[in-house]
């Protein structure tokens, strides 16, 4: 249970942890299962924390889950389990209706300037990142033609996707949002450039080859076709073991 009092009073929430045990699930399962439904936004986005430490010491991020949205995961994921959850929400509310001592009001207090230096980071990341690339971008030269070896995005989809069944939506992350992605090496001006053509960026074949071998190399099966990787967060997404060059 966490129970945390802020300017807005006390919210009890179950952390996705807590699902996890009541319905025998993995915890990565009903944490990507909850991304799911915020992406189809069945459910509102859950604040992400610090977890208690693993066996080996190591920090899991938890969701915490409102209860409302926490019926809808473990409706998704084992309706039998419906009855638990309401034990178990039971539960917390007694709980809750405690007064917090101040070692909780401290430590939640702290989880929650945890949670947002760690947003704050992350957003400076993601800024100093975006200006590296604008940077690089601008500094992009244009050619009349595409030199041998090179390709257009519209080739790269085309030719990951028979490569190892990625989807148009995963290559285009691996492509433009996700660390690690390439910058183009030029932009060729269109022979329609007087119609309203507009210069189309190209990549050297080689380069985009290995990129992309190496971004496989990081997926993690679930299925025997649907893998993750952890910089997609939309979860799972369709994968095969290269058949072809």
């Given at each position: 249970m966490t129970i945390a009092k802020f300017q807005g009073g006390d919210v009890v929430t179950m952390s996705s942890q807590e699902i996890a045990e009541l319905v025998s699930a993995r915890h990565d399962s009903v944490k990507r299962t909850i991304e799911r439904l915020v992406e189809k936004r069945t459910i509102s986005q859950p604040p992400l924390v610090d977890g208690p430490k693993s066996g080996n010491g190591v920090v899991v991020q938890e969701y915490l889950v409102n209860k409302r949205d926490s019926f809808v995961v473990v409706a998704q994921l084992s309706p039998e389990f419906t009855a638990a959850l309401v034990d178990r929400w039971q539960a917390l509310e007694e709980q809750s209706g405690r007064p917090m001592t101040q070692a909780e009001i401290t430590a939640a207090n702290a989880n929650h300037l945890v949670a947002v230096e760690r947003q704050q980071r992350e957003q400076q990341v993601a800024l100093e990142r975006i200006e590296t690339r604008?940077?690089?971008?601008?500094?992009?030269?244009?050619?009349?033609?595409?030199?041998?070896?090179?390709?257009?995005?519209?080739?790269?989809?085309?030719?990951?996707?028979?490569?190892?069944?990625?989807?148009?939506?995963?290559?285009?992350?691996?492509?433009?949002?996700i660390p690690g992605s390439p910058l183009p090496f030029a932009m060729v001006r269109s022979k329609h450039a007087d119609d309203g053509g507009q210069p189309y960026a190209i990549w050297p074949k080689a380069d985009i080859t290995r990129r992309f071998d190496r971004f496989v190399g990081e997926c993690i099966f679930v299925t025997a076709e649907r893998a993750t990787h952890p910089d997609i967060e939309q979860g799972r997404f369709k994968l095969r073991l290269r058949t072809s060059a």
């Open positions: 604008v940077a690089k971008v601008e500094q992009v030269r244009y050619l009349d033609a595409m030199p041998a070896g090179f390709e257009s995005m519209t080739s790269i989809r085309a030719r990951i996707n028979l490569r190892h069944g990625i989807p148009q939506w995963v290559i285009n992350a691996v492509m433009r949002d």
